[in-house]
């Protein structure tokens, strides 16, 4: 395992709630003949050393996937900020050499084969700022690189009322790293294409039925 993996902790987001799909765990749907999850954990794992799930609720609904699940440790699903902050907080107690956390959608099954490398030489020079994924000229703020040493400043953030995630790194300096489209089926997609709706899942569904054929 070279140097830096071994300092990332990858944090699957898992703990949204989903309402534009009508509820549940978006995670758990089909996408190409297995759970949209999945596809999410085998573009992650190989880049990172350890990998958690973060999630609220049972978590023997995720039992499949063989990762820790790991609830926010503020109540009240506070947003993104919170498993953020979670995944910091299990990657201190549990990762002796973690540096940082990646964080990933638990609905985003195209990321980019290189997505922790490109982040990491972003903040090279800057140990404490927050490298975020780019695509279109627009920031993904869930899909980013964080500093742990940081787990402190966020909790009392959290604890002031600050939900959105970028009003929190602007603070640490936000990094933008910029990823070209991706293809699928022969056509240009976004590789952080997440699907927020039933109609948007169809879409992801066609565009890797095609790919595969």
Sequence with gaps: MNAHKRKVTGVILAGGQSR?????????????????????????????????????GDPARF??????????????????????????RWAAANVPDGEWIVTAAGDAPLLPHDLVSRLVCAVD???DAVALAQSQGELHPVIGLWPVALADDLEQELAAGVRKVLHWTDRHGTVPVPFAMARAGGVEVDPFFNANTPQELDQLRAALAKAAS
């Design 20 to 56: 534009r799909m009508g509820g549940g765990d978006k995670g758990l749907l089909e996408l190409a003949g297995k759970p949209m999850l999945a596809h999410v954990i085998d573009r992650l794992r190989p880049q990172v050393g350890a990998m958690i799930v973060n999630a609220n």
């Design 63 to 88: 039992k499949a996937f063989g990762l820790p699940v790991v609830a926010d440790t503020i109540e009240g699903y506070v947003g993104p900020l919170a498993g953020v902050l979670a995944g910091m």
């Design 125 to 127: 020079s800057r140990p």
